[in-house]
């Protein structure tokens, strides 16, 4: 069993930045999965950014230049760096982990960018 915590959300103006953080209860030694989802008031869950099992990562179209994905094993976080945000990144935010054959999720936190 894994316990997911997402933190960093909150409000931020366009054009500034926002780290947020997903700590796991355990450390995950492998995974088949690993990335951040967001979901706005009447979209669709869209994936943002992922780790890929083989160490590559992905991301939307929309965020590429301007989002990193992270991790620090040893803190068992992920993390994910955004940067000139726009008010189309508000959103709440969720980190995924399908562990064991098994999709774990974090409880989100709010994106908020507005002027």
């Known amino acids: 069993q894994v316990q997911l915590v997402e933190s960093g959300g909150g409000l931020v103006q366009p054009g500034g930045s926002l780290r947020l953080s997903c700590a796991a209860s355990r450390t995950i030694f492998t995974f088949n999965f690993m990335g951040w989802y967001r979901q706005a008031p009447g979209k669709q869950r869209e994936l943002v950014a992922a780790f890929t099992s083989g160490g590559s990562t992905n991301y939307a179209d929309s965020v590429k230049g301007r989002f990193t994905i992270s991790r620090d094993n040893a803190k068992n976080t992920m993390y994910l760096q955004m940067n000139s945000l726009k008010p189309e990144d508000t959103a709440a935010y969720y980190c995924?982990?399908?562990?064991?054959?098994?999709?774990?999720w974090g409880q989100g936190t709010q994106v908020t960018v507005s002027s």
């Open positions: 995924n982990v399908v562990y064991i054959g098994y999709g774990y």
